[in-house]
């Protein structure tokens, strides 16, 4: 059981099951799948009848989607520290001498410690990363109508131009800010 739970699943068998979330969510409650809006359910929690965008009821309307967010809080403590893989993480010659060519050495973890750590996190270059990069994420999600997974996941699967187009834009900022971006900022 334990190497079941430790090991990556394979995509044949993980990706329908999280395929079959989409039409799940739908037949059984009317909803689509998307984490972007419970910033808005939290600040409704947090803020009650501060702003009118954030006067209804959210635990009727997004309680069942925070109890699947702190769902994926646990899974990721569960998966992460319990049910962790103790195997060095695969990543080719390339990628590896890519990094290395924009200064990641540390590659002894999950993830190179040379970008994710409390000393970079705090230096000017990680706050500004972080508060620019938070800034865009948000500013995105509420611009596009939703994020990535509910895009990428829910809008797809129920045929929705809108999210087909969003898709192809994340697909294409993503290899922009690979190729150009990331050289900058690293």
């Not at 079941?4 to 079959?20: I, K």
């Amino acid at each position: 059981m334990m190497e079941w739970l430790t090991r990556p699943w394979p995509w044949y068998v993980a990706g329908p099951l999280f395929g079959l979330a989409v039409p799940v969510l739908l037949l059984l409650g009317n909803r689509a799948f998307g984490i972007s809006s419970n910033f808005r359910h939290i600040c409704a929690a947090c803020l009650p009848r501060r702003a009118a965008f954030f006067r209804y009821d959210w635990w009727k309307v997004g309680g069942w989607n925070l109890v699947f967010a702190a769902g994926i809080l646990v899974g990721g403590v569960l998966g992460g520290w319990i049910f962790g893989n103790p195997d060095p993480v695969a990543i080719s010659s390339q990628t590896t001498a890519d990094l290395q060519a924009l200064g990641v050495q540390d590659f002894s973890g999950l993830h190179p410690r040379d970008l994710f750590s409390w000393s970079e996190l705090l230096g000017l270059r990680g706050l500004l990363l972080v508060v620019v990069g938070g800034f865009l994420v948000g500013f995105g999600t509420a611009y596009g109508g939703g994020c990535t997974s509910g895009h990428g996941i829910s809008g797809l699967a129920s045929f929705q131009l809108p999210s087909l187009l969003a898709v192809i834009s994340f697909f294409a900022a993503g290899i922009l800010s690979t190729y150009f971006l990331l050289p900058l900022i690293l």
